[in-house]
């Protein structure tokens, strides 16, 4: 079959070859942008006078009748054509003759293929992020129902103080808040035309490549040609962004699985976002979860892959570049995916209030208000640490709580405390007094609550 760029071969590639070199397997996901940017192209080209007005027109119709077809699923792509450009070139060819050939005037598939890219990227980029902030709303209308929940925080997975469970949930909407803001920040770049910058030095033809961007909705041109071809920071930006988000969403998958164990039983997956085992049948596993937490170091994989692609480049384009494709495409399908499941899984889960609490009161995380207690007094936090931790011993030697001892093993211990300590060592107390500006107290979180709600409906619509 012959090669649409095969005028100077006088030998052919075995099939195999072909196969191996070809990008169409993967990168038919751009057929409808590769046509959208060809429709923008061939409209420039005849404002520009570069094509009559009567091939223009020709081509246009043409391509519509691809697009429209794409879209219905009826386009059947050939490894022959090796990749998305002149898999469509050679149909368009077959829709409308000969005249279909004058579409490559003027660009390459250097610049064409990075067009695509663009305008894929900021399609799927302003999906997910719409998917951000579903997420988010989810949490913040999970947190509202819980705001004077009481759970367990901690450090070092070791109980430290008793907070709000919104107040935990609401960190995650925050860490959210700045993936959005990442993704939103992007789009300046990505939403940059290469369109015109030919193979790497432009071209010969009077192109207006500001008009070509303006209609596909550019805010402008890449202001030098080879960078134009060779730059794919616009992809490596993407995955790092993708990456980071994947972390946060696997941090709080791991603590998902946790609160999901007998151990913890602080929540309990729907049964749509769990599974059973094939051999235990009293189990119920996490596993979207688990699933999410572990997709992510494919998304690693995706981002160290491109950068190690393009550390040994030199300008401009290079065939390794092709492999900036199926990595970008996984990450797109991978954190859409996790977003959508994540959502679904927040907003089902049952929340075991009743163990979340007991777990609250049952520990010594309330140690801390019993030092700020002797603080508030004069004493010097280090001496009342000190204090504190004794009793802290006391109480572990004895098997119980702080709460347990009686008020003259307190006085024995420092004069200074009195009647009132018991409702200072309350976990209801302890969180709804911390109320200092981002604090977990009940007041604090409200306020929290609003401001998420605010921030959420201040989100302009990107298209």
Same mark, same amino acid.
């Given at each position: 079959m012959k090669k649409l760029w095969g005028g100077r071969f006088t030998k052919t590639a075995e099939e195999w070859v072909d196969e191996f070199g070809a990008s169409i397997p993967f990168d038919q996901q751009l057929v409808e942008e590769d046509i959208e940017g060809s429709i923008a192209h061939v409209t420039m #080209?005849?404002?520009?006078?570069?094509?009559?007005?009567d091939d223009v027109e020709i081509i246009k119709t043409g391509l519509l009748a691809l697009l429209e077809k794409a879209k219905q699923g009826q386009l059947e792509f050939s490894v022959a054509y090796e990749d998305i450009h002149l898999n469509i070139e050679k149909m368009l060819m077959d829709e409308i003759g000969h005249v279909g050939g004058k579409l490559h005037t003027g660009r390459s598939r250097n610049d064409q293929v990075a067009t695509d890219m663009h305008l894929y990227l900021r399609?799927?980029?302003?999906?997910?992020?719409? #998917?951000m902030k579903e997420l988010q709303k989810v949490l913040v209308e999970k947190a509202e129902q819980h705001i004077e929940t009481l759970i367990p925080?901690?450090?070092? #997975?070791q109980r430290a103080q008793p907070v709000s469970f919104a107040h935990h949930l609401l960190?995650?909407?925050?860490? #959210?808040?700045?993936?959005?803001?990442r993704f939103a920040e992007s789009l300046k770049r990505i939403n940059k035309s290469p369109l015109g910058a030919g193979a790497l030095a432009g071209t010969t033809f009077p192109i207006d490549r500001e008009y070509?961007?303006?209609l596909l909705g550019f805010d402008g041109i890449y202001e030098n040609s080879i960078d134009a071809v060779s730059d794919r920071d616009f992809i490596i930006e993407f995955l790092s962004n993708s990456s980071m988000l994947m972390m946060h969403l696997s941090r709080f998958c791991e603590e998902l699985i946790l609160w999901s164990s007998q151990e913890f039983r602080f929540v309990e997956m729907d049964d749509a976002f769990a599974t059973g085992s094939s051999i235990m049948p009293q189990k119920k596993n996490p596993d979207m979860a688990e699933l999410i937490r572990g997709k992510v170091g494919r998304v690693y994989g995706n981002l160290f892959g491109l950068l190690t692609v393009m550390k040994g480049t030199p300008l401009a384009y290079n065939k390794d570049m092709q492999e900036d494709k199926e990595g970008m495409f996984d990450t797109v399908k991978t954190v859409m995916g996790s977003l959508k499941i994540f959502a679904g899984m927040i907003e089902t889960m049952k929340v075991n209030v009743a163990a979340m609490e007991a777990a609250a009161k049952q520990d010594f995380s309330n140690a801390t208000e019993l030092a700020d207690y002797l603080a508030a007094k004069g004493v010097p936090f280090r001496e009342a640490h000190e204090i504190v931790g004794k009793l802290v011993l006391t109480c572990i030697e004895k098997g119980i709580f702080l709460a347990d001892l009686p008020l003259e093993v307190y006085q024995k211990a420092s004069p200074l405390f009195e009647s009132d300590i018991y409702e200072a060592l309350n976990p209801y107390t302890a969180v709804d007094r911390r109320n200092s500006a981002g604090g977990t107290g009940f007041a604090e979180v409200r306020k929290a609550v609003a401001n998420a709600k605010k921030r959420l409906s201040e989100k302009k619509r990107y298209e």
């Open positions: #080209l005849g404002k520009c006078g570069i094509l009559p007005n399609k799927r980029v302003t999906e997910m992020m719409d #998917l925080g901690y450090t070092h #997975l960190a995650y909407f925050w860490m #959210l808040e700045r993936d959005y803001e070509a961007a303006e």
